[in-house]
């Protein structure tokens, strides 16, 4: 059984930079999942890919993030990160990770606040 748990910090400040890790526990060797992503849901809007790792080191965002998102992955520690630099209050949301294909492997979501 996969199983995925992102944490990191809650609350930030603006023009801050947030950390967020994914640790996923179970299943077979991480490095036999082809896609392991972030994704966001912001109240009353649609969940949202925000940042892709794809085979390997092949790495893609959404445009909106592109220049302030960075997404990266520890293979020996079964670990999937997200970097954001430059927090804004738009960036507040649910974060989850995901595992696959193949699969469909989700963690329950963190919930990040960007507030002064």
């Known amino acids: 059984q996969v199983q995925l748990q992102e944490s990191g910090p809650g609350l930030v400040k603006p023009s801050q930079t947030l950390s967020l890790t994914c640790t996923v526990s179970?299943?077979?060797?991480?490095?036999?999942?082809?896609?392991w992503s972030w994704f966001r849901q912001a109240a009353g809007k649609q969940r949202e890919i925000v940042a892709q790792i794809i085979t390997g080191s092949n790495t893609r965002y959404a445009d909106s993030v592109k220049d302030r998102f960075t997404i990266a992955k520890d293979d020996a520690k079964n670990v999937l990160f997200l970097h954001v630099s430059r927090l804004t209050p738009e960036d507040t949301a649910v974060y989850y990770c995901?595992?696959?294909?193949?699969?469909?492997?989700w963690g329950q979501g963190i919930q990040v606040t960007v507030s002064s």
């Open positions: 995901k595992l696959g294909p193949p699969g469909n492997y």
């Open positions: 179970g299943g077979s060797a991480t490095t036999n999942y082809y896609y």
